[in-house]
């Protein structure tokens, strides 16, 4: 898996609108984005910086094709999926408490590789 923070990803894409379930066009911003070598996909971890009802900022995950001219997002389908994409959200939360800035993009895919091996050996 091969993974990148936004500001690595700056030319590529670190923001993007979507039309909401009312048909309005919002801003969303990116989170991260990585690779999964093992699905051949690539995910997308996003905000549109909108409060749940506990006053959480909402995050989203999706896959995406890095290299469409538009952004297009498919939903996630599978458990396994979905694990990998609660790891990665769960390091993002633990860096973003435990460090002033974001670490730079080594320290979080160490953290996520370590995750991850945790979880394959179970």
Known sequence: MSAGTADENRDEIMSFKVLN????????????????????KNYI???DNTLDDDGSTKVYASIYDPDAPET??????????????????????ECASEYDEIPDS??????????LAELNED
């Open 45 to 47: 971890i996003y905000t």
């Open 21 to 40: 379930d009312e048909g309005v066009e919002v801003e969303c911003e990116v989170l991260f984005t990585f690779e999964n070598q093992e699905t051949n």
């Open 72 to 93: 297009e997002l498919t939903p996630i389908e599978t458990d396994e999926e979905w694990a990998v994409i609660e790891i990665i959200m769960d390091v993002l939360q």
């Open 106 to 115: 080594d320290v979080i895919n160490e953290k996520i590789y370590e995750r």
